[in-house]
């Protein structure tokens, strides 16, 4: 979809995980890797995350730090 058709994009959560890296950033780095990317400006996101472990099955691999991640995604927008 070009980006002259998005408005306002919805609120996005983007989780990142350990393994998914791109070549010379570590999961550390990985979120203001993101950040100065071209795809940034993509999102309207508001809760950007790594995780060390996990992967494809999130919810069932660290339900614990989904959890977090939802509420801090959705947390102040009722």
Not at 49 to 74: C, Q
Request: proline letters at 10%.
């Amino acid at each position: 979809m070009p980006r002259e058709t998005l408005r306002t994009p919805p609120p996005r959560a983007i989780t990142f995980v350990g393994y998914e890296n791109p070549p010379g950033v570590s999961t550390d780095q990985r979120v203001q890797s993101f950040l100065t990317s071209d795809r940034a400006a993509w999102y309207n996101h508001v809760n950007l995350t790594a995780h060390d472990h996990g992967g494809h099955f999130i919810p069932r691999e660290i339900p614990g730090e989904w959890v977090d991640d939802l509420r801090r995604t959705f947390r102040g927008r009722r």
